[in-house]
């Protein structure tokens, strides 16, 4: 049966060792791109898909994440007295109008599949559900990732999860997905294949809407790849039972800001981007003489 989407899981348990030394004390989805946290740009995709009620799967590390989308009221009167009105107005939308955020402590990094699982009393049996893994930025000028899954998820029923291609030698760092047909079915997923056993180079990239049953098979999936219980197996089981499709993002890009490469381009061309700084910031990347920044090659 069909039921509306409200529901949005967006797993912020991991501890992000990759961006250490910076992801010491803070969360990895507060770090900034431009002069927003990762976790914001995410919450807000949620909100525009028609999201209500996000979960976030956390860790006792990771307050600052709840703390973000708390309102402050002191900060909020200094402001106030001091008519600084545009700083006010940058904090004032950071919770999106009408959105609840509920959060649910991972009590063990059990894996993904284990920290959707951990949603599974606040979502209905008879619910479908997004998740938004925070590490992936999805630009769009309008219509965002979630929001376009979210039009098709109303015409096809189905669980429904974007793809994207990769290159072949970084199979093994993603869901990979192989589908048959102009609609983009999918019939096979392998999580972190190596290139000789990926059935394709299309990659899951961090945008998924799933029919209830999903969250019924996680609670009988066993450990996988690296000992975790893996989001993509439950998926590969819900492929015996149910028709789920592939979905291409349009008009937008994504940024892999898991990894310190896609971090540092989503910054540069988010601030490219930005209505303030766009300009001048174009004009010191022209100014830069690139031949004498070229690296140095490492030993
Ligand atoms: C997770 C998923 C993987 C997916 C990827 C997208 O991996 O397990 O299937 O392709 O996110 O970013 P992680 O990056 O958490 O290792």
């Given at each position: 049966?069909?039921?509306k ?9 991991g501890l992000?060792?990759?961006f250490l030394?910076?992801t ?7 770090l900034?791109v ?7 740009y995410?919450?807000h995709e949620a909100?525009?898909a028609?999201i ?12 600052a994440i ?11 009167s200094?402001l106030?007295?001091s008519a600084?009105?545009d700083?006010l107005?940058?904090?004032a939308d950071?919770t ?14 059990l894996?993904?599949g ?13 619910e479908?559900?997004a998740v938004l893994l925070?590490d992936?930025?999805?630009y ?8 376009q899954m979210?039009?098709?998820?109303k015409q ?14 970084q199979?093994d760092?993603?869901g990979?997905a ?6 983009l ?13 990926a ?8 945008r998924?809407?799933f029919t ?7 609670k009988?999936?066993k450990?996988?790849k690296?000992?975790e219980?893996?989001l ?7 492929l015996?039972?149910q ?5 291409e993002f ?10 310190k490469?896609?971090f540092l381009e989503?910054?540069?061309?988010y ?6 700084l766009?300009s001048?910031f174009?004009?010191?990347?022209s ?13």
């Amino acid at each position: 049966m069909y039921r509306k989407l409200t529901k949005a899981i967006i797993p912020v348990a991991g501890l992000g060792t990759r961006f250490l030394p910076a992801t010491k004390a803070i969360p990895k989805e507060m770090l900034t791109v431009v002069d927003k946290p990762l976790i914001q740009y995410i919450v807000h995709e949620a909100a525009q898909a028609g999201i209500t009620d996000i979960i976030l799967i956390t860790h006792s590390s990771k307050n600052a994440i709840e703390n973000h989308f708390d309102t402050h009221y002191e900060l909020e009167s200094k402001l106030l007295e001091s008519a600084k009105h545009d700083r006010l107005d940058a904090i004032a939308d950071i919770t999106p109008p009408g959105v609840n955020l509920i959060s649910i402590r991972q009590p063990e990094a059990l894996g993904l599949g284990h920290a959707i699982l951990c949603a599974s009393h606040v979502v209905a049996p008879d619910e479908p559900f997004a998740v938004l893994l925070p590490d992936v930025l999805m630009y769009h000028p309008q219509q965002g990732c979630l929001a376009q899954m979210a039009e098709y998820y109303k015409q096809v029923h189905t669980s429904v999860v974007a793809l994207e291609q990769v290159p072949s030698d970084q199979v093994d760092k993603y869901g990979i997905a192989a589908v048959k047909d102009a609609d983009l079915r999918i019939v096979d997923l392998v999580e972190k294949p190596t290139p000789e056993e990926a059935p394709s180079n299309l990659s899951v990239v961090g945008r998924y809407i799933f029919t209830p049953r999903l969250m019924q098979l996680l609670k009988s999936t066993k450990p996988g790849k690296g000992g975790e219980i893996q989001l993509t197996d439950a998926m590969a089981d819900l492929l015996n039972e149910q028709v789920m499709f592939g979905f291409e993002f349009k008009g937008g890009k994504s940024y892999d800001c898991g990894d310190k490469q896609g971090f540092l381009e989503a910054n540069v061309e988010y601030a490219l981007r930005d209505p303030q700084l766009g300009s001048s910031f174009h004009t010191y990347l022209s100014s830069l003489d690139l031949t004498e920044l070229k690296p140095k090659k490492s030993k």
